[in-house]
């Protein structure tokens, strides 16, 4: 499965980003799928992650409740919806399949080394 993130671009605070994160080569539906971000100089960070059916979602606490996560099993497609970005929101986000069965566990969600194909990364940035 190759990943292509994209919708990244330079923003103002309070402002909102729509990323989007195709799929080709394979199929996105029977992955959870997550979110992460890296700025720089810093470790690259869970955001959120959203199981094959979209019913079941979970953030990071420092985009809760201004980050929504969706996806389009038709389409190939997740989105990370990002509304009130902070100028510390700024970072490249990437998208990546989840490698183990459910995302129960939250030490395995947030685990980098638990997802397994990975998007180029797109770049947010927030800034007046």
């Known amino acids: 499965v190759q990943l292509q993130a994209s919708g990244g671009g330079l923003v103002q605070p309070g402002e909102s980003l729509k990323l989007s994160c195709a799929a080709s080569?394979?199929?996105?539906?029977?992955?959870?799928m997550g979110w992460f971000r890296q700025a720089p100089g810093k470790e690259r960070e869970f955001v959120t992650v959203?199981?094959?059916?979209?019913?079941?979602?979970f953030y990071a606490n420092s985009v809760k409740g201004r980050f929504t996560v969706s996806r389009d099993n038709a389409k190939n497609t997740i989105y990370l919806q990002m509304n009130n970005l902070k100028p510390e929101d700024t970072a490249v986000y990437y998208c990546?399949?989840?490698?183990?069965?459910?995302?129960?566990?939250?030490?395995?969600?947030?685990?980098?080394?638990?997802?397994?194909?990975w998007g180029q990364g797109t770049l947010v940035t927030v800034s007046s």
């Open positions: 990546a399949t989840y490698r183990e069965e459910n995302i129960l566990a939250k030490r395995n969600r947030e685990d980098v080394g638990k997802y397994e194909h």
């Open positions: 080569g394979g199929t996105l539906s029977s992955y959870h």
């Open positions: 959203i199981s094959p059916s979209g019913g079941t979602t």
